[in-house]
Every structure is written in structure tokens, then in C-alpha cells.
């Protein structure tokens, strides 16, 4: 009867450290009983309670694609007051914690089918965007969609995350990679320049096309206008959103923007639903 | 209308216009019997609203925590002891303080009218200059002011401002009986007696905070009891979590609380816990030989070190 | 009125009350209205002696013992899961004396918690296994509105029997629902009811309305909500806000929770307690930003939530007009004058 806060167990099968700073690390998790893998049924942008007994509960993104079938990955950064992140952090592979979920709305993948992609992510908000790109250039879906464009950045070269991953995209040729960071490093070769900048570069062509858009708030206000001016127009702009939350099912009411509530008609709003919300997070 | 009101009106309408200050912080007359509430006043207009009486029980010093401009604050006696804890502590500059002082012979403890009324409704109340007409279903009752005083302003020996730009009306005489006789009293009690006490109390805490929100003492920025990393105590109703908050909150604020009573006055679950702050302020006095918020000058004693500082307690 | 309808009503006079109760008391747990330290809150009675029949209303609302302020949701380790849940009620219980308004908070928390894409199981198996006996309101207060939120002192919606005190020593009682009548079915000494009670209480019920002064107009009140979301009325209305949850701690219809761990040396405790959207911590993030910044935009939200959001979602305003907030609020906030002030706007 209580199954509605109950978590499922899992075990830490492995941990990525992501980042130069240490703080940002990747959860493989595998569920004790694999039978619950598979009625933990989710789409690309939804999310699942993490929780550590006797530190509590924290939302995160699922990383993973709904195709990665054996396992779940997480990337959670820690903050040095965020007592569940912290916690994470400092369990070891074979530790068990509790997954709860998933929750939330999903990237409208149906929609996005015979369209081409453009996909823009900033900093550690990568994480659903990666379980995207991982479910469109699966074997078995790569062909229902058009061209994929991905364009990811991050302050500097130490920040940037999944970089093996990163790396294996870019020497794909059924996508088009830019990765930049904002300040470059002595050994870094690659590009140098601001999201936003970079995005006006490029300039994917928004016919036939969805973008889906990922990153602090910052790039969020200065990506919208060059994705505007490159004629997406705000019902096929997508981008998901950041609250706190502590039940994750639009009961605990505190992560809402207006009306609502983050964890349940979100975390995913197109653009245009985001400017009809009143605090606007954008 | 009391004399002492419309020169107040008067100071705080020149105040205004003279541009001394952007702000006045008083009191205004509620929306429910007998009540008073802050009001914030930036037109020199608006000053006709500004009232004084038995009935301003609220400390305004709240609003000065987060005042950014030069304020003009009516301020009893009591209240000034907190602005100048406030000064001390470097949370507000004086010279952004305009204190406009009113002598204050106590006010009221709505929580007296409560008991009087027993369950009844209050309609109306008329405030006469000794007495208090209570006014509902089947009630008229006259009660003397002096019954309805809350306890921390019965013995109050700061009744008249300390620190002041401005005084308004006269001086009034200053509070009588002995400070601390009910905490003596309450001390004699066994162990036993007094846990129970205090228990009872914190087993009504709805944790709702408005003790120390009150509190002038209370402006950390993150209070212990919200913080999460780590994590002091457990979140729950049980007194072991309730009465160690307004415990550890007591040990904050010693040598600090200038006893103005806000925090028993604010708490809707009437939960009585003045008689530890006072107990700590008693302690105070006799260990440090001080007082808080009488002098700017005086360092205060839980902030300093001094050699022949009394050292017994540690073992 | 059918015949059936006749034998719904009874007449009880009030020293036959401890009687009744004590009928009801082997089968039920029975919670009624109690002074203690001079406050009335719900505690469970063994005698009727023990009920203070005269309140006005309750401090704190009835609305814990659905939803308390905290409880275990789980415990770890696994096998002592269900020990500190499985006893959410030892017994049938009965409200005995709960206010028309607080019945109709009740009624607005089933929308959240008992709703069809979500059942709380714990709410939900306090709803189905507590009764509610009405008192109705003679003495409503200059605080109380609810008849402006679609209540009133004699509202009989969502209660399984309501009582009402005719003030000759009688109490008009009224079954509402099956089991209500199951209550009132097992006193047989309840007399029938005579003509002149029925005027008795239309009489009563008259005066009580009347009593209800305070007259907000929350028509339309959701519409203009959405236009004034960035108006400086939120700069004006909050000024005075200490950022205490007494409001929020006392309302009859705020539901808002934070899920959190608590370990002892044997395990760990996943608690669920009330929260408050005045308090900062309510929604500041991880990382240490707060996406309500200051007392402007929580007051803005405690507002929205019931008069907009929760209209929207629910189609019911989520404020029962009970007046605690009013009362209670140590700087006199009172909500009246801000719905006032909103409709101006």
C-alpha cells in the first residue's frame, strides 16, 4: 500500500567520474530484481527520485536511453550543501540506493520523427539531452529521423561531460558534432565561443525541423533569440526545466512556475508554453 | 485622541517632509478588536494613520533587519534595546535610524483577554486611559489595563527609552516587583518538575517559526534548525526535536534577548518559554555583570574574552 | 419531504449526547473538540463531559488527523517496512463537532490526494475510515467568510451527519449519508422531530448566516489573479510578512509537504511533514539558487495557490473562509483585505 513512495532498489554498478572539478559524476545503476527494469518504462526527458536511506531524495534526469535496457544511468553533480548529492558521491560501486519513477513529461519523440534535429546543451543540463541523442542514433531508430545536429558547450574544456561519448559522435558521420567551450585551454583544439555564438555559426536550417534545447538559464535567455531568428518557432523550440522538488508527482507543491507544476506537466515545455507561464524561467 | 499620539503624527509627518528620513515604520489600527499593525509609511500623508497605545504590541525592530533606506521607527522601550543589540551587531547602522521613542507603561497580552473571555467571541474593544471594555454576544465587561500587561513588561525597568532621537510624551514610571522572582520561583522546582514543564510546552510547537522571525536577536541568514548539511536535529513534531529548537535558540540569543516578549506573543499555540530566556539573562547578569541592549558601547559578553572572565564550567 | 427523509432527522437533547457517544464509543474512536492551555484543538474523548461544546472553532484544523504534520511514509531496513504504517488507525474513528467549513477543507484535499490518476494511501485509508459529525456554526465569527467561498455555518456537504444546537437544550440531528445514520440509528432514545424544531433551526440557521458579516467577492478574483502577477500590489501586501507558517500551519486546505530521512542507530526513517511555501527553504535548490526570492514572490504564491492555480487545476477555490489566518497572523495580514485589494487592482 505504500508502493506510492517506495523505492526500488538498485546497485551503483559502476561511477564515471565527468568533470575536471570531480563533482559531476555518472551512476550506473542496475535494479536487484531486473523484473523492475522493466516496468521501469521511460521516455528521453523524463526523471526518477535518487535516493540515499537516511539522506533522502533528490530528482534527477535520466541519462541513459529508454533502449539501454540493462542498466540506468544517472549524472549528478554535487553542490556542496546538497545533502543526497553529496551523499552519492560518496558511495562506492556496489552500493544499493532506491530509484523511484519515472516522472515527468518526455521530449515529443513521436513528433520528432521524420524531422531533422537540432539539439543545443550547456554544462551539466546534458543529461536527458544525451539519453536522446543515444535513443535517435540507435541502430533501430537512426533512420525515422532527418538530420542531427548537436551543438554542446560548456565553460571550459574540464567541464564538458560524456567527452569518450562526445568523441564517438563526432566520428560518426550521421551527425553533425560541435562541441565548444566558452574559454579554451592550452592543449585544447577545438572550437572556442559561446553557445548562442556558435548556434548563429552553424545556423541548421529550421525547416521541417525541432530543436530541443538544454542548459542553465543564462544560455537558455541568449539561445532563444538566434533559434527564433533562424525561423524554429516557439512551439518547436523544446526545452526542459529545473525545480526543487521533493514528491515528484504535483502533490508537494513547491516546483511549480505559476500553474504548473514542474515534475508533472514538465519538466518539458516548448518554448511557447514557457512564455505563457508567468515567472518566467527563460 | 491621546496627546502622544498626534505629536507623533506630527514628528513622523515632518520627518517625511523634511526628507530625514525615506521611511516610517509605527503602528496602525488592524482589522480585528483590539488589534494594532505595522505600518510603513513613505507619504507624509499617510502619517494621520500612525497610532500609539497600550495596544502596539508588535517589535517592529524585524522590518529594520531588512530596511535599506534611512527609517524612522517608533520604538518602546524594549524595541530600543533591540535596535541597539541590532547596532552592536552590525546589523544596522545608526545613522540610517531615526528612533522615535515612546515611554510605554506595558502592553497589552492579548492572551489575558483570551482567558477572560472564555471561548466568547470579542467584537468590540474600548480603549479608555486605565481601562479595557470587552464587548461581545451577551458580554460587556470593564477590565483595568494593569491586568491585561504582559508579564515581561510588569517588572520592565527600561520603560523609558534609553536611546532616542526624539521622545514622544512624557516619561512614565518604571515597572515594579522584582525582575526575577518568578524565575527563582520556577528554579526551585525539582528536575522533574521542570522538565515536564518545558516539555508540555515544546509538545504544542507546530514549528511554525514566528518565534524566531520575531525575534530581533534571530537574523542569521540560515537559521540551525534549517540547515541540511549537516543536519542538527530531526524535522518532526516530537518534543525531542521541538523543545531542543526553542532550547538551543534560548542558548543564541543569551545575552542578547532583551525580554521584550514578541516570541510569546507571536506563538498561536501559547507556548511559554520566556522563562528560560529570562533564566539566561539572569545568568548573564550575574556572571558578565550585563545587560543587553542598555549601552552602544559596552562589548558584548558572549562576543569577547576577557582574562577574569568566570572560567569554573570548564572541566 | 418524503417519509424517508422524516426518519433522516432526529431531536437529541444534550444531556443525552454522553449517552450516545458512549454508545458510539465501542465501535469508533471518538475526536471532539477539547480546551487545553486555553486552546481548543481535536483530541480523542472518553466522555462526552470532556467536550467543549461552546467553541468557536478549533486552533489548529481537523485536517491532521487525515494528513498529519508528520508520519512515516517507510522505514529501512527492508523489514521493518510497514511496522510504523500499518497502524495508521487502530479503530473506526468519528469527528465529533467538526465545523461545516473544515468538512468542506476535506472535501478540497481529496482533490489532491484522492484524485483518480493518485491515491494517497495514507490520507486515503483515514478518509474511508473516519466519520464526520457535524456541528453546525451558531456563532460564526467577524473573521469567518465562508459564505463568499461557497460555504456557510449550516453547510451539510460532506459530512455524514450534522448537528446543530437549537439552544433550548435540543440538538436538531441530521444523518447525510448511510453510515450516518448508522450513528444516529444506534441511540434509540433520539426523539422524532416536532414542527416547531424545524423552525427552531430555520431560525437558527437564519441568524448564524447573518452572522457571517464578512462579504468578499471572489468572482472573476481567478481571471484577474492572471493579469496581475507582476503587479506592484505583491510589493504592498507582503511588507508586513514575518515569513512565519502560522498561515499556512493553521489553513484548513494547505497541503504542502517535504519527504525527508531521518536514521536512528536500528534505521532509517523516510518522514513526510507539512511544509510551507512562506518559508525560504521551501524552494531553494541544491545548488543554493531560490527561484522565490523574497516574502513578495512567497506571498504571491500562497495567494495564487489558492485562488488561481488551485481553481485551475481543481475548479474550486482552495480557501474555506475558516478566518485562522486572519486571526492568527501576528501582524494582522488579513487575506480579506487582499482579496480586496487584488479586485481593485
Not at chain 1, 108 to 136: C, H, Q, W
Not at chain 2, 35 to 51: C, G, H, M, S
Amino acid at each position: 500500500m505504500n508502493d506510492l513512495y517506495h523505492p526500488r532498489s538498485v546497485v551503483i554498478k559502476k561511477t564515471v567520474i565527468e568533470n575536471e572539478a570531480r563533482d559531476i559524476k555518472t551512476f550506473e545503476l542496475v535494479f536487484l530484481d531486473q523484473e523492475e527494469r522493466e516496468k521501469f518504462e521511460f521516455s528521453c526527458g523524463q526523471f526518477a527520485m535518487l535516493s540515499v536511506a537516511g539522506a533522502g531524495e533528490s530528482p534527477i534526469g535520466i541519462a541513459s536511453s529508454p533502449l539501454d535496457d540493462e542498466y540506468l544511468h544517472f549524472t549528478v553533480k554535487r553542490y556542496p550543501t546538497g545533502v543526497v548529492t553529496t551523499a552519492l558521491h560518496s558511495l562506492e560501486e556496489g552500493s544499493e540506493i532506491g530509484v523511484r519513477g519515472p516522472y515527468g513529461n518526455f521530449y515529443p519523440l513521436k513528433a520528432m520523427e521524420d524531422k531533422n534535429i537540432v539539439i543545443v546543451g550547456g554544462g551539466f543540463a546534458f543529461t536527458t539531452l544525451r539519453s536522446t541523442i543515444r535513443y535517435l542514433l540507435h541502430d533501430k531508430n537512426r533512420s525515422r529521423f532527418k538530420d542531427i545536429t548537436v551543438l554542446y558547450g560548456a565553460r571550459t574544456p574540464g567541464e564538458l561531460i560524456y567527452k569518450s561519448e562526445l568523441k564517438q559522435w563526432e566520428e560518426r558521420d550521421d551527425v553533425n558534432m560541435y562541441v565548444t567551450v566558452d574559454r579554451g585551454e592550452e592543449d585544447w583544439k577545438g572550437r572556442v565561443g559561446l553557445v548562442p555564438n556558435i548556434l548563429s555559426e552553424v545556423a541548421p536550417s529550421s525547416e521541417n525541423s525541432i530543436a530541443l534545447v538544454c542548459g542553465p538559464p543564462i544560455m537558455l535567455k541568449y539561445t532563444m533569440p538566434p533559434l527564433l531568428d533562424l525561423g524554429f518557432s516557439p512551439e518547436r523550440i523544446i526545452t526542459s526545466l529545473e525545480r526543487r522538488m521533493s514528491c515528484g508527482i504535483g502533490k508537494c507543491g513547491r516546483c511549480n512556475i505559476g500553474s504548473k507544476y514542474i515534475c508533472k506537466d514538465g519538466p518539458v515545455f516548448t518554448y511557447k508554453e514557457l512564455r505563457e507561464l508567468p515567472e518566467a524561467a527563460v | 485622541m491621546q496627546e502622544s499620539e498626534k505629536e507623533l503624527r506630527e514628528v513622523a509627518k515632518k520627518l517625511l517632509l523634511e526628507k530625514k528620513v525615506d521611511l516610517i515604520i509605527g503602528y496602525e489600527e488592524g482589522t480585528l478588536p483590539l488589534r494594532t499593525r505595522p505600518i510603513f509609511i513613505r507619504e507624509a500623508d499617510e502619517t494621520k494613520k500612525l497610532v500609539w497605545n497600550f495596544r502596539c504590541e508588535n517589535n517592529l525592530c524585524f522590518y529594520l533587519k531588512m530596511a535599506k533606506e534611512r527609517v524612522g521607527i517608533v520604538a518602546k522601550g524594549c524595541d530600543i534595546r533591540s535596535i541597539i543589540g541590532l547596532i552592536k551587531e552590525r546589523q544596522i547602522k545608526r545613522e540610517n535610524i531615526f528612533i522615535i521613542g515612546v515611554p510605554c507603561s506595558g502592553i497589552i497580552d492579548r492572551k489575558k483577554i483570551e482567558d477572560i473571555l472564555e471561548g466568547r467571541e470579542l467584537l468590540e474593544g474600548i480603549e479608555s486611559d486605565s481601562q479595557i471594555i470587552l464587548k461581545g454576544e451577551g458580554l460587556e465587561e470593564k477590565v483595568d489595563k494593569d491586568k491585561l500587561v504582559h508579564a515581561s513588561c510588569k517588572s520592565c525597568k527600561y520603560r523609558n527609552p534609553v536611546l532616542y532621537d526624539t521622545l514622544i510624551g512624557k516619561e512614565v514610571s518604571q515597572g515594579e516587583g522584582e525582575e526575577y522572582s518568578d524565575v527563582e520561583e520556577f528554579a526551585s522546582k525539582s528536575d522533574n518538575e521542570r522538565w515536564a514543564y518545558f516539555n508540555d510546552e515544546a509538545s504544542r510547537c507546530i514549528r511554525c517559526y514566528a518565534c524566531r522571525n520575531v525575534c530581533p536577536a534571530c537574523y542569521c541568514p540560515q537559521c540551525f534548525v534549517d540547515q541540511s548539511l549537516p543536519t542538527w536535529f530531526g524535522r518532526t513534531l516530537h518534543p525531542s526535536d521541538t523543545l531542543i529548537f526553542h532550547i538551543i535558540r534560548t542558548l543564541h540569543i543569551a545575552g542578547r534577548c532583551v525580554d521584550c516578549g514578541a516570541c510569546s506573543r507571536v506563538c498561536p499555540m501559547n507556548i511559554e518559554l520566556r522563562m528560560l530566556n529570562k533564566k539566561a539573562e539572569k545568568d548573564v547578569k550575574e556572571l558578565y555583570h550585563y545587560e543587553a541592549g542598555i549601552s552602544l558601547e559596552e562589548l558584548p559578553p558572549m562576543a569577547t574574552f576577557k582574562m577574569d572572565d568566570p572560567q569554573e564550567f570548564i572541566k | 419531504m418524503r417519509k424517508g427523509d422524516r426518519l433522516k432527522e432526529k431531536i437529541i437533547k444534550k444531556e443525552q449526547i454522553g449517552k450516545w457517544l458512549e454508545k458510539l464509543g465501542k465501535d469508533y474512536e471518538i475526536w471532539a473538540p477539547v480546551k487545553k492551555n486555553g486552546l481548543v484543538s481535536f483530541y480523542p474523548i472518553q466522555s462526552a463531559k470532556e467536550i467543549y461544546f461552546d467553541f468557536l472553532n478549533s486552533k489548529k484544523t481537523p485536517k491532521d488527523l487525515f494528513f498529519p504534520q508528520s508520519e512515516v511514509l517507510l522505514s529501512f531496513p527492508k523489514e521493518e517496512v510497514g511496522k510504523e504504517v500499518k497502524t495508521i488507525l487502530q479503530k473506526p474513528r468519528i469527528i465529533f463537532a467538526i465545523r461545516p467549513c473544515d468538512a468542506k477543507s476535506l472535501a478540497l484535499l481529496d482533490q489532491v490526494f484522492d484524485s483518480e490518476d493518485y491515491q494517497d494511501p495514507y490520507y486515503v485509508e483515514r478518509r474511508e475510515g473516519i466519520l464526520l459529525v457535524g456541528l453546525a456554526c451558531t456563532h460564526p465569527q467577524q473573521s469567518c467568510f465562508c459564505t463568499s467561498v461557497g460555504g456557510g455555518p449550516f453547510e451539510k456537504a460532506h459530512l455524514d451527519l450534522v448537528m446543530a444546537d437549537l439552544g433550548d437544550g435540543k440538538y436538531f440531528v441530521e444523518a447525510l449519508t448511510q453510515l450516518g445514520e448508522g450513528l444516529m440509528q444506534r441511540d434509540d432514545s433520539l426523539q422524532d422531530v416536532q414542527e416547531k424544531d424545524r423552525e427552531k433551526l430555520a431560525k437558527t440557521k437564519e441568524e448564524a448566516e447573518e452572522k457571517v458579516k464578512s462579504k468578499l467577492v471572489t468572482k472573476g478574483l481567478e481571471k484577474k489573479l492572471d493579469k496581475i502577477f507582476d503587479s506592484p500590489l505583491w510589493d504592498r501586501v507582503h511588507q508586513r510578512c514575518l515569513g512565519c507558517g502560522i498561515c499556512t500551519y493553521l489553513c484548513s486546505t494547505c497541503h504542502c509537504f517535504a519527504l525527508l530521512d531521518e536514521k536512528d542507530k536500528a534505521r532509517v526513517k523516510r518522514i513526510r511533514n507539512w511544509d510551507s511555501c512562506m518559508f525560504p527553504e521551501f524552494t531553494v535548490e541544491a545548488s543554493g539558487h531560490n527561484p522565490r526570492i523574497s516574502n513578495r514572490e512567497r506571498m504571491r504564491q500562497r495567494v495564487m495557490h489558492k485562488f488561481n492555480y488551485f481553481v485551475e487545476r481543481y475548479g474550486e477555490t482552495a480557501c474555506v473562509g475558516c478566518g485562522r489566518c486572519i486571526q492568527s497572523c501576528p501582524v494582522n495580514i488579513d487575506i480579506r483585505e487582499i482579496i480586496e485589494e487584488i479586485r481593485n487592482e
